[in-house]
């Protein structure tokens, strides 16, 4: 394959050609793909050696913060998405431990509302996963002790609607635009893994570098993880059906500009609304049938937040755009007469994004790092 020096290849997310790879390789590549570079090739219409130099040309230039295989991890290992109420002195450095020094905290990202409401002063929000065998509360508790947090509310998914990146693709949704049937909820239970098939997927879900981005890429991994090729599709496929493995995919750095100054986001916005007890999976599947959430949940957030028990997220460059989606979809949401007791927007702001770690060996040397008991 040849390749190009970056400054001679548009790097940008909104080049035409990238556009047209980017619209698949963000999020349209489910489950496990034996050759993923030549599927999102098929699909966008554009050349194989075109998306290889493209891709690689990218995630040199940091508009593609990362290339890999994801895992759908709540299936792995305990998660919930954490509030934080922290002092206002203390928040920042709070912010930099968390996304600096605990491998276990994902996204961590500081929010606030456009007035005071239930929940406003919990400004630090993440995402935590710790591997089985281990609690979530006592690492929330650990932390608090570490950044001086006042209190936190685990709320743990209890239904996922909608899980998919895809940023290019959502640009152009208009708001209301939704799928034609509700959203199905994928149950969130734990998974049991032999020792091989947590090598397999240790190695399987490893980012990939540029000198990696290349026909058949799977065969180093299956060497790393001391399998024949195809006792690794096997598990890997069977990974798949078992629901472990989510999508390949090349992750745009959608928070901070490019090098070339362009934005492939400003807003996030967290969507909650509190629906009666017992409605949840049919207002989730409602919610998350609308195109430009990339993310929708079913999540008990408690007295804190007003009971608010279905959250989602989504991106954009206009603010008031992003209204009109949240708009459309309580709009929606009153037309099949599902009654909201309360709704808020939590908009982020600084942020920074981490696969989180779910490795038992790793949350051991951690907790003797920090000197905690677990």
């Known amino acids: 394959m040849k390749t190009f020096p970056n400054e001679i290849l548009p790097v940008e997310h909104n080049d035409p050609i ?3 790879i980017l619209a698949i390789s963000e999020d ?9 570079f030549a599927e999102i090739a098929e699909r966008s219409g554009v050349p194989l050696e075109t998306v290889f130099e493209r891709i690689i040309a990218m995630l040199r230039a940091g508009t593609v913060r990362r290339v890999r295989q994801t895992l759908l991890a709540t299936n792995l290992a305990e998660g919930a998405l954490v509030a934080w109420k922290v002092p206002p002195e203390k928040i920042e450095a709070a912010f930099d431990w968390m996304s600096q020094r605990d491998p276990f905290s994902g996204h961590v990202v500081l929010r606030s509302t456009d007035s005071v409401t239930p ?5 630090l929000w993440t995402t935590l996963k710790v591997p089985q065998g281990f609690s979530l509360q006592r690492h929330g508790e650990i932390l608090s002790g570490l950044v001086g947090a006042e209190h936190f509310r685990l709320m743990p998914a209890k239904g996922i609607f909608s899980l998919g990146v895809g940023h290019v693709r ?15 909820m994928i149950v969130v239970q734990p998974a049991k893994l032999t020792e091989k098939e947590w090598t397999v997927l240790t190695a399987l879900k490893r980012e990939f570098t540029p000198e990696e981005i290349h026909q058949s890429p799977w065969v180093a991994r299956a060497r790393e993880a001391g399998a024949s090729l195809e006792e690794f599709f096997e598990i890997a496929e069977d990974l798949t059906k ?15 500009p490019s090098a070339g100054g362009v934005r492939v986001t400003r807003f996030n916005g967290l969507f909650h609304w509190a629906v009666p007890p017992g409605r949840e999976m049919e207002t989730g599947g409602e919610v998350g049938r609308h195109e430009i959430l990339t993310h929708c949940y079913w999540r008990e957030a408690g007295p804190e937040f007003r009971n608010v028990n279905i959250m989602a997220v989504a991106h954009g460059t206009d603010k008031g755009l992003m209204l009109e989606h949240k708009a459309a979809i309580d709009r929606h949401l009153a037309s099949q007469n599902i009654p909201v007791a309360y709704t808020n927007v939590f908009w982020g702001g600084r942020s920074e994004i981490k696969p989180s770690e779910i490795s038992p060996q790793i949350y051991r040397e951690w907790l003797a790092k920090v000197g905690a008991k677990g």
């Not at 349209?28 to 993923?36: L, N, Q």
């Not at 929940?119 to 400004?123: D, I, Q, T």
């Not at 949704?173 to 509700?182: L, N």
């Open 28 to 36: 349209k590549i489910a489950g496990f793909v034996r050759e993923p």
């Open 18 to 20: 990238n556009a047209r």
């Open 242 to 256: 078992r629901k472990i493995i989510g999508r390949f995919s090349t992750f745009l750095e959608h928070v901070k």
């Open 119 to 123: 929940g406003s002063e919990y400004k």
């Open 170 to 184: 959502r640009k152009s949704i208009e708001p209301g635009a939704k799928a034609d049937q509700p959203a199905k």
